[in-house]
RNA sequence: GCCGGUGUGGUGGAAUGGUAGACACCAGGGACUUAAAAUCCCUUGGGAGCGAUCCCGUACCGGUUCGAGUCCGGUCACCGGCACCA
């Protein structure tokens, strides 16, 4: 018989639509299992090749939780607001719903295809005013709760895209999307203020099972940073106040610099002897990025304010102040303290500018660069009653000194900043608030919920930098809820991570019209016990959904700090690169290459791209091959943690090898039950396959299959020893599965499908072969195997080892000083001359 | 610069301190076939030898150990994140 996948794809795939086995029951008995994906982004080019490694990953997970007997929740929806869907619709003329509705279509037919266990009744779409109610519905209890609010500030503004874009979305000063230079606007925005729970988005981290890089990379995100602000009096009638790590370099100030953009600038106007040129500075900073300041760091620009003088609290002495703007507003108190002689930055302005580098602690050389200690034992000079004193011991003398004294507190900063909620695009929830002249912002009332997005002729940005609801005066114009009175509507629209903050939720009850969800199916769903998604949402999507559900616990509305338990990340899957130096033979087509494409022309494996031609599409290898073949060969590829590059050759392994599972009815016999000769290799592999599927190592535990399909071949099996094949492989390959388990008969004799069955249980006692090889060692190296019954003990191995033909050789000539033996391994015999 | 990670055959990749290269891909040889595809069998880290065998080999240098791809110290290369954060 034939392996036509196609025709068994599409007939389980009817059965599963009409018998729904992957249902969730919220409040089942059964211990609940609640996996996760990332949920997609329907774009207009459809599933990515990249997209079934996580979710295959999943879904092996969650299929072998049901067959150990858990309730599992494994639900799919779609994270549809977008700028690339509202592009695509100016481009081509279509409204944004209808290219979302369009896309999500195809997304649910190629998802559907590849065999998924979804729990397609709990499917989600942000942007459907069912869902998106309750995302203005978490967005004004934030506003209630004083978490949002509008400031004036210079956000980064992508003049292609016409958006302003969060910090996170800002790479290497160009736009995350587009690519184009980011450049600063000042613009009225809503704010979320995540930075209050900074703290806590850290120290939380320390109890969950989350992959340790994830964790590193949000702490460093945050950004958090323990130190003293200090306050110098100056010839003004203000202070200025500085933060510093370094408390304990106090003695070895030269100057002091504010940040162009300080408003004490402004105050001080009168008493700035040199105001025109400082002002000349202040404007020139503010035409720059702050990607270009940062790039122009190394010569160090600056201008002294004369008439200005600091006193250093530590010592009385007078000291310049600066502008220069390598000190960032955002950042701290927006002025620092310069020690040259212990801050690279400050070492070259003081150098540039001539100002001094004193010495405070030794150990380095300052005429040639600052001295930062690599550890904190190093000993302090020229600092007053610091001196002699470590590092260590200095700061919190310093600390504890300055507080006494009254100029210094102990202070906490973060790199972390608030996080910017608005976008001036169409394509995303409406923000439901209106602007009364006499109430300023108030909310609208729960029961107006949900503020629809209204039909516009035209949503193409505006080049002022409004959102195209602003044209709307219909809808903008409405009343105050509060005093009746004429009001605004606020035209900007959320960012496109607000709907996936907590679509998680939504899903335990995707249904209610009442609450965004129900106490009783929050409390028996969450938190998600597995939850997989991409490195790079770790400081987007998954740090803002954690801080959402921060906000919902304290307010009552979830019962877990935590919306995720555990956390693990795929690697990207790459394409073969067509202007790779290895494709080709001689040294003139290698450099070739090399000068038309740099450095890109030396990697083997690049990011897929149209322009690259390297693009694989799911459903032209599920037309060749069968989903079963995808998901086997997508999980076969290597680590799952790590990039892995494509391979269509590598492809046919994996339909190679179904193939075979499938031959195997062919040549089994047609008892049911299992064989005594299989006994060991079905346990050992029942082992392999069930450590590793919750350990994500899809790689090996298909390598293990392959090996008991070998081993199959050369001993030959019974039908009783295929079931355990294919309840194996079920997992992996469920549709195959499915149809083994009916031409066995199994599905007969039991009246359930494979995927029902309960996951097949192993005996250590049996995953051990009665006879073993062992490695036998001379002086640590291999010198023979010999074959010992398992268990031997050490006498008996011993002496098997010295019986042996080569180790003979080996020992004439020598006398046995000493013998270790590793159980059911090894024996090493170690050996010298005989006197 | 700081933080994290990785380095193993022609390729993807396996190896709780215990037989390095499992399992695959590619390649070569053979069987079947009029032929091709598919399938099946064999070879396949490098080197020496007719052979039994022997030597070398997990980026590089050193250490710990009976034994190191694995642990420790140092070096180099690459990848990812952050970056004038005081």
Same mark, same amino acid.
């Given at each position: 018989m034939k392996y036509d996948f196609a025709a068994i794809e599409k007939k389980w795939q009817d059965k599963w639509e009409e018998l729904k086995p992957y249902a969730a029951v919220t409040g089942s008995a059964k211990p609940k299992f609640y996996g996760l994906i990332e949920?997609?982004?329907?774009?207009?080019? !459809?599933?990515?090749? !990249?997209?079934?490694r996580p979710f295959t990953a999943i879904d092996i997970v969650a299929r072998k939780k049901r067959m150990e007997g858990y309730n599992v929740l494994f639900p799919i929806g779609f994270d549809a607001f977008g700028l690339p869907t509202e592009n695509f619709a100016i481009k081509n003329h279509i409204h944004p719903a209808i290219v979302t509705r369009q896309n999500i279509e195809n997304f649910t037919r190629q998802l559907k295809m590849l065999g998924y266990?979804?729990?397609?009744?709990r499917c989600v779409d942000t942007t459907d005013p069912k869902y998106y109610k309750w995302t203005q519905w978490i967005f004004l209890q934030l506003f209630k709760n004083g978490m949002a609010y509008k400031t004036t500030m210079p956000i980064n503004w992508c003049p292609s895209c016409k958006i302003g874009l969060a910090n996170e979305e800002v790479v290497e000063g160009k736009c995350?999307?587009? !690519?184009s230079d980011v450049v600063r606007k000042e613009k009225s925005q809503w704010m979320l203020r995540i930075t209050k729970y900074a703290d806590r988005l850290i120290d939380d981290l320390d109890d969950l099972d989350f992959i340790e890089r994830v964790k590193v990379q949000q702490k460093n995100w945050i950004g958090r940073s323990t130190g003293c602000e200090v306050s110098f009096k100056t010839n003004t009638p203000d202070d200025i106040t500085v933060y510093t790590?370094?408390?304990?370099?106090?003695?070895?100030?030269s100057y002091v610099v504010i940040s162009p953009e300080h408003p004490l600038l402004d105050k001080w106007q009168e008493q700035i002897e040199n105001r025109d040129e400082v002002q000349a500075y202040r404007e020139a900073a503010s035409r720059k990025s702050d990607f270009e300041r940062g790039e122009l760091n190394k010569d160090k620009t600056g201008v002294q304010l004369k008439g200005i003088e600091v006193i250093?609290?530590?010592?009385g002495e007078i000291v310049p102040m600066f502008v220069s703007?390598?000190?960032?507003?955002?950042? !701290?108190?927006g002025i620092v303290m310069g020690v040259p002689g212990h801050d690279q930055r400050d070492w070259e302005f003081a150098t540039k500018f001539g100002l001094p580098i004193i010495e405070v602690?030794?150990?380095?050389d300052i005429t040639k660069e600052a001295f930062v200690a690599k550890d904190d034992s190093a000993i302090m000079v020229n600092?007053?009653?610091?001196?002699?004193?470590t590092v260590k011991e200095a700061i919190p003398a310093m600390k504890e000194y300055a507080v006494k004294q009254g100029w210094g507190r102990e202070k906490v900063n973060y790199k972390l900043r608030d996080w910017?909620?608005?976008?001036?695009?169409?394509?995303g929830e409406p923000i439901p608030l209106v602007n009364c002249e006499k109430c300023g912002w108030v909310p609208l009332p729960?029961?107006?919920?949900?503020?629809v997005l209204p039909n516009v002729e035209s949503y193409e940005p505006t080049d002022d930098g409004e959102?195209?609801?602003?044209?709307?005066t219909d809808w903008v114009n409405t009343t105050c809820p509060c005093c009746g009175g004429p009001a605004k509507r606020e035209t900007d629209t959320m960012p496109n991570w607000a709907g996936s903050n907590w679509y998680y939720l939504r899903?335990?009850?995707?249904?209610?019209?009442?609450?965004?969800?129900?106490k009783e199916a929050e409390e028996y769903?969450?938190?998600?016990?597995w939850y997989n998604g991409g490195?790079?949402?770790?400081?987007?999507h998954l740090l803002y959904s954690r801080f959402w559900h921060k906000f919902l616990y304290d307010i009552g509305a979830?019962?877990?700090?935590?919306?995720?338990a555990k956390r693990t990340s795929h690697g990207m899957i790459l394409g073969r690169n067509?202007?790779?130096?290895?494709?080709?033979?001689?040294e003139e087509e290698k450099q070739a290459l090399i000068e038309k494409y740099g450095s890109q022309a030396l990697r083997p494996a690049v990011k897929m791209s149209k322009s690259l031609g390297n693009v694989v599409n799911p459903d032209d290898v599920i037309k060749a091959y069968g989903a079963d073949t995808m998901r086997v060969y997508i999980m076969f590829i290597?680590?799952?943690?790590k990039t892995a590059t494509w391979s269509d050759e590598a492809v046919k392994g994996s339909k190679r090898f179904l193939d075979r599972c499938f031959n195997l009815m062919d040549i089994?016999?047609?008892?049911?039950e299992a064989t005594p000769a299989n006994e060991a290799i079905i346990h050992k592999t029942i082992k392999k396959v069930t450590e590793d599927i919750d350990q994500l190592k899809m790689n090996t535990a298909i390598a293990a299959l392959m090996t008991m399909v070998n081993e199959f071949y050369a001993k030959g099996l019974s039908r009783g020893d295929l079931q355990y094949l294919i309840l194996l492989l079920s997992p992996f390959a469920p549709h195959i599965a499915e149809e083994m388990w009916e031409l066995t008969g199994f599905a007969a004799k039991t009246g359930r499908m494979a995927m029902q069955m309960d996951w097949p249980k192993y005996d250590e006692a049996k995953t051990v072969d009665a006879v073993r090889e062992m490695a036998v060692q001379v002086n640590g190296k291999l010198r023979s195997t010999i074959q010992v019954a398992t268990g031997a003990d050490d006498e008996t191995v011993i002496a098997a080892a010295c019986a042996d033909e080569k180790i003979k050789r080996q020992m004439e000539g020598m006398q046995l000083v000493k013998t270790i033996v590793v159980k059911n391994k090894l024996v090493n015999l170690i050996l010298k001359p005989a006197k």
């Open positions: 949920f997609p982004y329907p774009s207009a080019a !459809g599933l990515h090749v !990249g997209h079934p266990s979804f729990d397609w009744d995350e999307r587009c !690519g790590t370094r408390a304990d370099t106090l003695f070895g100030v250093n609290p530590a010592n703007d390598y000190v960032l507003m955002g950042y !701290g108190t602690v030794s150990g380095g600092s007053g009653f610091l001196n002699g004193m910017v909620f608005t976008r001036q695009r169409y394509w729960e029961s107006e919920l949900p503020l959102s195209p609801l602003s044209k709307m899903y335990m009850d995707p249904h209610n019209d009442k609450e965004f969800v129900s769903w969450g938190p998600v016990d490195m790079e949402h770790t400081t987007l979830v019962h877990t700090k935590e919306p995720y067509p202007h790779y130096v290895g494709n080709v033979e001689s290597g680590d799952f943690e089994a016999s047609e008892s049911m």
